[in-house]
């Protein structure tokens, strides 16, 4: 796809989203194509709303070729966008000179304030786990990852020392803080009120070693005081990543730290068997990127066998928060109704990639979405 493409002529009262599309490396932009082809069926069976997709320039290929990672062009339009779609970027044989990989993923959620890493770790009925407690019962929660400080902070400031030391820095502000925290009491409540969850939040922390985690843990208990209607709860770390495995259904909404949410969300991707299935949204206060919680899986890119539903279920979270954000009810509902597809195809176990002990391609499962999606479409 290059340069802006419209999926198809919009009507008088329909409303077109400009959609900054970023392919990426490695597998992106296998996943990415047929999100798109889903994305603009599913505009095109709308009578409200459609799409712009513009396909913006970056990465670690883009770096190797141009050296630059995430061109100032791309950022513009990326802010422009009233939406942004990211498959994954970085290779590890790409780097800078410093050691570090191309991440302008994290280059987007600092410039954008997107603070709120929304990743939700969901086993929709009969699909598999590697957790055989969680046959006995649902696993629904969220991690609220905060995505533009703690250690990520220090990204691309860190110092190594005469060859014999090396230092990041850990920052934990208060105004992140609230913001994160009151979003975390939100999205507790909308689940209540929707029946998701009983509307509880756990802070999952360090607090007993560092600073840091008692400053961030005692902001938490603050903002909670303003917010009775949703359980509080805190947690350390390593109990919580215990509990994740042996106890999941005790979780609602967990909210932590930038990298315990990377390293926390991954273990959630375990939980549903594959990273493949890990969707997740960046949100700040007016810019959202929507990309799973995969890399670029260099091992198996150019192969057609990249499971795409993480990405799938990463635009449907950009059809759920558009609709939310611009009150089109139809779009909140085509969200739905595209979960619920990814939801038919996994159920019937018919069409899996490999990642989960299936033969389909990547294009073929994208195809059973689709194919679900317009059997129980709501339009
Ligand atoms: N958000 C991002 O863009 C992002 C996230 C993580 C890693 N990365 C980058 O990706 C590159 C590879 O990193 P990695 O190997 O540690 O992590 P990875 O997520 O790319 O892969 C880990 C494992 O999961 C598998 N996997 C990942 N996505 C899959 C999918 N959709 N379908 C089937 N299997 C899938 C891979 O084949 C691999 O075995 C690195 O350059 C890393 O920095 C980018
Ligand atoms: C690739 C990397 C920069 C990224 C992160 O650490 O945020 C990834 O692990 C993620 O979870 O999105």
Not at 23 to 47: C, F, H, K, N, Q
Not at 208 to 229: G, H, M, S, T, Y
Not at 233 to 247: F, K, N, S, T
Not at 307 to 313: R, S
């Amino acid at each position: 796809m290059t340069g802006k493409g419209a999926q198809k002529r919009p009507t008088s009262n329909e409303k077109t989203f400009e959609i900054a599309v970023f392919d990426g490396d490695g597998i992106g932009p296998e996943i990415m194509r047929p999100t798109l082809d889903i994305l603009g069926e599913v505009a095109g069976s709308s009578g409200t709303f459609g799409f712009e997709f513009q396909s913006l320039p970056a990465g670690a290929g883009h770096y190797r070729d141009h050296g630059i990672a995430l061109p100032q062009s791309s950022l513009d339009a990326a802010r422009e966008a009233d939406a942004i779609l990211l498959s994954a970027m970085g290779l590890p044989d790409i780097r800078y000179p410093d050691g570090t990989e191309i991440a302008p993923q994290i280059e987007l959620r600092f410039a954008l304030e997107l603070f709120a890493g929304v990743r939700p770790v969901y086993l929709r009925p009969g699909q598999g786990s590697p957790l055989r407690i969680a046959d006995k019962g649902g696993v629904d929660f969220v991690i609220i990852r905060e995505s533009t400080e703690g250690l990520f902070a220090s990204h691309g400031k860190g110092e190594v020392i005469r060859d014999e030391e090396a230092r990041e820095t850990m920052v934990i502000t208060r105004g992140v803080s609230e913001k994160l925290f009151d979003f975390t009491f939100a999205l507790a409540r909308q689940r209540k009120e929707s029946g998701k969850g009983p509307g509880r939040v756990h802070c999952v922390d360090k607090a007993n070693v560092f600073q840091a985690f008692a400053f961030f843990r005692k902001i938490f208990l603050e903002r909670a005081e303003l917010n009775p209607d949703i359980e509080a709860q805190c947690a350390y770390v390593d109990a919580a990543a215990l509990w994740m495995v042996q106890r999941p259904q005790m979780f609602d909404v967990i909210v932590t730290e930038n990298m315990f949410g990377d390293i926390l969300s991954d273990l959630g991707a375990g939980i549903m068997g594959s990273l493949g299935l890990a969707p997740s949204a960046d949100i700040g206060s007016e810019h959202a990127v929507f990309q799973p919680c995969h890399g670029t899986a260099p091992d198996i890119a150019g192969r057609n066998i990249a499971n795409p539903l993480a990405m799938i279920l990463s635009a449907a979270m950009m059809l759920d928060w558009l609709g939310r954000e611009h009150g089109l009810e139809e779009m909140v509902t085509a969200a739905d109704a595209l979960n619920e597809a990814v939801t038919t195809v996994l159920s019937s176990g018919e069409c899996l990639t490999p990642d989960l002990g299936g033969s389909a391609t990547t294009g073929e499962v994208a195809e059973a979405v689709l194919a679900a999606y317009r059997n129980g479409s709501p339009a």
